[in-house]
């Protein structure tokens, strides 16, 4: 299994973590049977109470509820979903150390997972593709780290390609965009996420836009 995803890149690239990420996101790296993945994962995981499994062709999920340990004491989930389809890496797969100090579970390990240009990839598709302003913070917040653009650009691709027969163009891009900023459940997706030092309201998500527009999606084929 291959780490990715927005827990991913907030876990082992960005730091400090900017926002809190809900899901846990794995890839099967080689075609095969599932079960006895999730039936491993269950075992590992059997401490997180409330199970519900569900098994799909290419997307199988668990997802765990409980409540907050910190008050106010809410609801909470987490939900680990793999995906049993993208069996491929455009860049080659990293292993990133990783420790974990809590009341929970003390450990460490070396994770499996993708360089952060591929992980922006699949991060600029996820922007197009949902409606999910947390996917433009990202994209935002990963800016002021180390990046290649055109690899970017170049695992985008490769992953568009993997879903679609006609990958969007860039006046398809743009529209899509725009629809979206003009969407307050857009821009408001992230409330609650983000840690108490950091903001992300229409000005700030406007100028991120900018941004992305103008490192990443300028460079589709027009």
Not at 14 to 29: A, N, T
Not at 84 to 102: A, D, M, Q, W
């Amino acid at each position: 299994m291959a780490f990715r995803g927005g827990t991913a890149l907030h876990k082992l690239y960005l730091s400090p973590q900017p926002r809190y990420s809900e899901d846990i996101d794995l890839v099967q790296i080689n075609a095969g049977p599932i079960k006895p993945i999730m039936q491993r994962l269950g075992e590992v995981l059997d401490f997180l109470p409330n199970k519900v499994t569900k098994v799909k062709k290419h997307n199988n999920t668990m997802v765990f509820r409980m409540e907050s340990e910190i008050p106010p004491i809410v609801p909470i989930r987490l939900k680990v979903e793999i995906n049993c389809k993208e069996h491929f890496t455009e860049l080659g797969l990293v292993k990133i150390p990783f420790e974990v100090n809590s009341s929970w579970f003390t450990g460490s390990c070396e994770i499996t997972t993708y360089e952060l240009d591929e992980l922006l990839g699949t991060k600029l598709r996820a922007l197009y593709q949902r409606k999910k302003g947390r996917d433009l913070f990202d994209m935002h917040k990963a800016m002021s780290h180390t990046i290649n653009p055109d690899r970017i650009i170049q695992c985008y691709n490769r992953y568009m390609d993997f879903v679609v027969d006609a990958p969007p163009t860039y006046k398809q891009f743009i529209q899509n965009m725009e629809d979206k900023m003009e969407d307050p459940d857009f821009i408001g997706d992230i409330q609650g996420l983000l840690r108490a030092e950091e903001q992300f309201d229409k000005a700030k998500a406007l100028e991120a836009y900018e941004q992305v527009k103008e490192i990443f999606i300028e460079r589709l084929k027009k």
